[in-house]
């Protein structure tokens, strides 16, 4: 409350509820609730019977005001403002214990923040030596740069972004372990003449699609518009094809064959 206001108050034998709201930043409503409730009760009354407020009236107001701030709940702002002076610190100690509980969830929303914005930008939250390490030595670093590049204005990877932000090394090792068996999977499939459009090859596409969907989900078109990327794309026609002569170009047909059979035509499909 500042001295003016004490003043006025004083010289005046009491603040209007309109004058007391003004000082105090409140509504005219919110004392007149406070005054049903019984929170903050005005000393006076003029001789129409209206509202007045004295200095310690105000006071107590702005006291109401700053426990408010601190997240109490009315009902324990009264019990605190008439409570022995002895007692008071034991509901500001438990608000105090509430505040760094608080505290402490909004900085790991923030770390989370943190690490999606990180993901966001870098493509994964591993150094490139631990990429080579978890995914191989056939493994090139800037395969997740060109990704951003690429995509990185997708909602696909923002989603890919907020689920990555939450991986640990242990769960890149998973899932680079459940790629490799899956790779090894396709390359047997090839090279023993499995033909697209069969139900291994659909079973084995099914797989590759679930497998990207650790980091987006993945649609049937999308899964089309993928097959024909990699096999348009040299670096990554030079890695599947080192696991196996031709599988590029054997993934991009069974791909295909496994969305016509589901009834989608990959010549028309787009990435929706």
């Known amino acids: 409350m500042t001295d003016r206001a004490m003043g006025d108050a004083a010289e005046s034998g009491g603040l209007t509820v309109g004058a007391a709201a003004s000082h105090a930043g409140v509504t005219v ?24 407020y004295s200095a310690a009236d105000v006071a107590r107001v702005h006291r109401v005001l700053i426990y408010r701030e601190l997240g109490l709940p009315l009902d324990d702002i009264g019990e605190l403002l008439d409570a022995p002076a002895v007692d008071m610190t034991v509901p500001l100690r ?3 214990a509430q505040l760094l ?27 490139a030596e631990e990429q080579v390490a978890i995914f191989g030595q056939r493994w090139d670093p800037a395969w997740a740069e060109g990704a951003r590049d690429r995509w990185g204005e997708t909602p696909q990877w923002a989603q890919y972004a907020e689920r990555a932000a939450g991986m640990t090394p242990e769960d890149w090792r998973r899932i680079a372990d459940s790629v490799a068996t899956l790779e090894n999977d ?26 990207i969907g650790a980091y987006f989900d993945c649609t049937l078109p ?18 599947y094809d080192a696991i196996e002569p031709g599988l590029t170009f054997w993934l991009r047909d069974i791909i295909d064959a496994n969305a016509r059979d589901r009834g989608i035509d990959p010549d028309s499909a787009t990435w929706t």
């Open 29 to 52: 409503r919110t004392l007149h609730h406070w005054d049903a409730i019984g929170l903050v009760r005005p000393s006076g009354r003029t001789a129409g019977g209206y509202r007045l």
């Open 94 to 96: 438990q608000q105090r």
């Open 101 to 127: 509980d608080r505290i402490s969830r909004l900085q790991s929303m923030v770390d989370a923040v943190d690490r999606m914005i990180e993901a966001a930008n870098a493509g994964i939250l591993l150094s």
């Open 186 to 211: 396709l390359a047997a499939a090839k090279r023993a003449g499995v033909r697209p459009g069969s139900a291994e090859a659909n079973a084995l596409a099914e797989r590759h699609r679930a497998s």
């Open 222 to 239: 999308m899964h089309v518009c993928l097959g024909r990327s990699h096999a348009a794309d040299p670096g990554f026609r030079a890695y």
